[in-house]
């Protein structure tokens, strides 16, 4: 059986205000917080989702959903298994980038720069905070490890519930959190005619210095 699918006439046109360097914050922290904020407001779905992206000691590449918790001028950071592909990418390779895409505001931004582990007590503060059911879905599960089937992860978590009746099941020591410390940023907003704004941020000593780029 032979699969083929021409999508070579899907596309749609981009109807939104452009942006210019003059519009533009200085600081690329303070214009994402404005952009995402924006994002919220309007209640747009997984607002704060991101695409990560990761490469191994080969080169390659591997990109996945994960949620932003927390950014500041020091950088974006996630929680997640460092057992997983995406930690053992980043234990070998931490350069990473990042992907947010707002459709309904026909925005993007790309975020470039290296991938640290954070403190132990940053994540285990974190991990309080999530629900219950996804504190012990993260402890019975050996991210990205290969697994027979289902029930045995729900079977574990049966058995985790059990020894941890009052919910207050320990964080397992691989669940950890990454910040990336961006030295790039590119903010793209949609335009006629695939005219498209990209506005990008690179880092210097000084600070950031701002240019535009084709699209």
């Avoid at 904020?37 to 591997?62: C, H, I, K, V, W």
Wanted: with cysteine.
């Amino acid at each position: 059986m032979t699969i083929e699918m021409d999508l070579s006439d899907v596309r749609r046109d981009y109807e939104a205000h452009g942006i210019s360097r003059k519009d533009m914050d200085p600081d690329p922290f303070l214009q994402f917080g404005q952009w995402l904020q924006r994002a919220r407001d309007l209640e747009l779905l997984d607002a704060t989702a991101m695409t990560l992206a990761t490469a191994d000691a080969a080169g390659q590449p591997s990109a996945r959903i994960v949620l932003l918790k927390h950014f500041d001028a020091e950088g974006f950071c996630w929680y997640t298994d460092s057992r997983s592909l995406k930690g053992r990418d980043l234990e070998i390779n931490p350069n990473a980038a990042l992907l947010f895409h707002w459709r309904d505001l026909s925005r993007q931004v790309r975020v470039h720069g290296q991938a640290r582990a954070m403190p132990s007590e940053d994540a285990e503060k974190y991990f309080l905070m999530r629900p219950e059911g996804s504190r012990f879905s993260a402890a019975a599960s050996n991210q990205s490890s290969a697994i027979e089937s289902r029930s045995l992860l729900e079977d574990e978590v049966l058995r985790l519930r059990a020894a941890y009746p009052d919910g207050d099941v320990p964080r397992p020591e691989a669940w950890i959190g990454y910040r990336l410390v961006p030295e790039y940023f590119e903010f793209w907003q949609g335009q006629d005619d695939r005219l498209h704004d990209r506005i990008i941020y690179q880092a210097i000593e000084s600070g950031w210095t701002m240019s535009r780029i084709a699209p």
